[in-house]
T-cell receptor
Framework: GAGVSQSPSNKVTEKGKDVELRCDPI?????LYWYRQSLGQGLEFLIY????????KSGLPSDRFSAERTGGSVSTLTIQRTQQEDSAVYLC????????????FGPGTRLTVT | QQPVQSPQAVILREGEDAVINCSSS?????VHWYRQKHGEAPVFLMI?????EQKGHEKISASFNEKKQQSSLYLTASQLSYSGTYFC?????????????FGTGTKLQVIP
């Protein structure tokens, strides 16, 4: 079946512009994570959606970052007024339910802020 | 609370064994292990649940010591394909809403 998809795969933007990154999770998966991975670094947690519960936004680095998940499926991560330090690979992962399940990762979006 | 992984990096020759450790300052409910190859997304290896058995797949296995709040990943008779960065992820409470927190990773390089 189809895996997690993300778009665009690459995004180059100028400093100060807004960007939207999209994640399509596996159908039926209720939980969705966003992570940021800077070059050669670990998986930095950003935000976690679980069903209809309020999202866990504790990992968002600033108020320039926001995310939504519409209809319990597709999610969009928005970064406003991008800065060079926002350059990274943004990974999305989904799981059937909660934390005790395998996370299925998408291929990521490589964001470069010039 | 981010788990701590050790070592940060290791270089092995083909056929050698390695152990990667993951420890937490909080009681653990589950531990997840993933491997990420350069330029690719992380791939699931295994999950160990509290009260569960040691798990293994071919020459990669893991243990979970609830008392010590740590897990270890064992790679035996390493192959070139084992190269990559290994991440452990921990869940500190049961329940559907708890998120997994990943460690900083262990870079493993297997050389001929």
């Amino acid at each position: 079946g189809a895996g997690v998809s993300q778009s665009p795969s690459n995004k180059v933007t100028e400093k100060g512009k807004d960007v939207e990154l999209r994640c399509d999770p596996i159908s039926g998966h209720t939980a969705l994570y966003w992570y940021r991975q800077s070059l050669g670094q670990g998986l930095e947690f950003l935000i976690y959606f679980q069903g209809n519960s309020a999202p866990d936004k504790s990992g968002l680095p600033s108020d320039r970052f926001s995310a939504e998940r519409t209809g319990g499926s597709v999610s969009t991560l928005t970064i406003q007024r991008t800065q060079q330090e926002d350059s990274a690979v943004y990974l999305c992962a989904s799981t059937p339910w909660g934390a005790s399940y395998e996370q299925y990762f998408g291929p990521g979006t490589r964001l470069t802020v010039t | 609370q981010q788990p701590v992984q050790s070592p940060q990096a290791v270089i092995l020759r083909e056929g050698e064994d390695a152990v990667i450790n993951c420890s937490s300052s909080k009681a653990l409910y589950s531990v997840h292990w993933y491997r990420q190859k350069h330029g690719e997304a992380p791939v699931f290896l295994m999950i160990l649940l509290k009260g569960g058995e040691q798990k293994g797949h071919e020459k990669i296995s893991a243990s979970f010591n609830e008392k010590k709040q740590q897990s270890s990943l064992y790679l035996t008779a390493s192959q070139l394909s084992y190269s990559g960065t290994y991440f452990c992820g921990t869940e500190t409470d049961p329940g559907g809403y708890q998120k997994v927190t990943f460690g900083t990773g262990t870079k493993l390089q297997v050389i001929p």
